[in-house]
Each structure stands twice: as structure tokens, then as C-alpha cells.
């Protein structure tokens, strides 16, 4: 169980595109979700926290307008990278969160296997 | 994420040997402490994780030491194995935090040699 899965798993785009990423809890609801960021050989960077039904909250220095996150449904939220440039090339990765409420003392968060971005 | 100090950074062992992988933090509020392991191109996965009211925690070839007043823990990997190579993170949790933020450290790259 808790199972977190993202789509596309690779995109390369050009550059001003915009890119949007999946991120699916597929056998739980998942209250919480996270945006991370990676870059190579290096930790995740916390870009924002979303809950479902209301606006995403954004780490310090992450570009709301440019990286929008919709958190449509208990077990989707979706992150779209907009007029994407290069310096956006990444490995971007979701991860979902139960929640208190059911019962994860701690909230666990079950993280996608990742999307690598490219962009030309 | 300064608030999360892990070493070394990377890390070369011998299979069957023992790999050590530490952590430090500052906030005291931080009250469930997880490692992560993530092989290449793919995303963390929950290895291992203690709770602060118990000083160790072991499972299989894995175990957590936790020094609550040295506000350190670490992962220890007995009998090291090839298949366990990937790149391991710690990362602490706040207490009573309802978004349950992880706070991670820098990584360690683990090889371990055959």
C-alpha cells in the first residue's frame, strides 16, 4: 500500500513551454502533498506544500507564478512549470502525506519515483 | 535545511563490512527522525526511523542509534552489501507540525564494493 505514482517519469520540452507533472496517491487519500527538487548528486529542496482544495504554500525563493501546483482531489496534485528555461532542468519529485488523521501518528510521506525535466 | 547536519558525504565500503552514516540537528523540537535511501533516479524511500523515547532501533541489517542529548542519530549498516549502494538521507520531523515537513540532510553517496 501507499503507493505514490508521477507522470510523465521524463520530459523534454523547449524552452518557454510550460510542463505539467502528475503526482497520484493511488491507494490512499492523501491530505498533504509536497513539491521537491533536486538537482544532481544533491539533497531535495522543499518547493511547496499543498493541501487539498486550498492554494499551495511556497518555500522562500520558489516562484509561485512560475511553478504552479493545483491540488485538485485528495489524490492528485499536479505541478506545471511555466515558460520553463533551461536553469528549470531537474528531477522534480512529489511525495503524499496521510495525514494525522488516519491514524499516521507522524505523517509518513511516500514519495513518487520522480520526474526528470529537460529542458532544451 | 541547515538546521540538519549529515556525514560524510559519501562513503566507500567493502562488501560485509559496516557502514556508519551520521546526523546532527539543532531544533529540539524535532520528534521523529527517519532515514531515507534513494537509489538513481529514484525517489527516497522510508528505510528506517526512531521515535526520541527509545535510544535504539534495529531492523534486519539496519539500526538507528539516537542520542537525544547530543541531539545526533545515526544509521549503521550491518554486513554491508553491494545491492545496498544508493544514496542515504536523514531527515527529522517537527513535533505537532499538521504538514509534517521532513528536514533533510545534504546526503551521503554509499558504495559498496563487491
Known amino acids: 500500500g501507499a503507493v505514490v505514482s508521477q507522470h510523465p517519469s521524463r520530459v523534454i520540452c523547449k524552452s518557454g513551454t510550460s510542463v505539467k507533472i502528475e503526482c497520484r496517491s493511488l491507494?490512499?487519500?492523501?491530505?498533504?502533498m509536497f513539491w521537491y527538487r533536486q538537482f544532481p548528486k544533491k539533497s531535495l529542496m522543499l518547493m511547496a506544500t499543498?493541501?487539498?482544495?486550498?492554494?499551495?504554500?511556497?518555500e522562500q525563493g520558489v516562484e509561485k507564478d512560475k511553478f504552479l501546483i493545483n491540488h485538485a482531489s485528495l489524490t492528485l496534485s499536479t505541478l506545471t512549470v511555466t515558460s520553463a528555461h533551461p536553469e528549470d532542468s531537474s528531477f522534480y519529485i512529489c511525495?503524499?502525506?496521510?495525514?494525522?488523521?488516519?491514524?499516521?501518528?507522524?505523517?509518513?510521506?511516500?514519495f513518487g519515483p520522480g520526474t526528470r525535466l529537460t529542458v532544451l | 535545511q541547515q538546521q540538519v547536519k549529515q556525514s560524510p558525504q559519501s562513503l566507500i565500503v567493502q562488501k560485509g563490512g559496516i557502514s556508519i552514516i551520521n546526523c546532527a540537528y539543532e531544533?529540539?523540537?524535532?520528534?521523529?527522525f527517519p532515514w531515507y535511501q534513494q537509489f538513481p533516479g529514484k525517489g527516497p524511500a522510508l528505510l528506517i526511523a526512531?521515535?526520541?523515547?527509545?535510544s535504539e532501533k534495529k531492523e534486519g541489517r539496519f539500526t538507528i542509534s539516537f542520542n537525544k542529548s547530543a541531539k545526533q542519530f545515526s544509521l549503521h549498516i550491518m554486513d554491508s552489501q553491494p545491492g545496498d549502494s544508493a544514496t542515504y538521507f536523514c531527515?527529522?520531523?517537527?513535533?505537532?507540525?499538521?504538514?509534517?515537513?521532513?528536514?533533510f540532510g545534504r546526503g551521503t553517496q554509499l558504495t559498496v564494493w563487491p
Open positions: 499543498s493541501n487539498e482544495g486550498s492554494k499551495a504554500t511556497y
Open positions: 526512531i521515535r526520541p523515547d527509545v
Open positions: 511525495s503524499a502525506s496521510l495525514g494525522l488523521g488516519a491514524g499516521a501518528k507522524y505523517n509518513e510521506q511516500f
Open positions: 491507494d490512499f487519500q492523501a491530505t498533504t
Open positions: 531527515a527529522p520531523e517537527r513535533r505537532g507540525s499538521t504538514l509534517g515537513r521532513l528536514y
Open positions: 531544533n529540539t523540537a524535532f520528534d521523529y
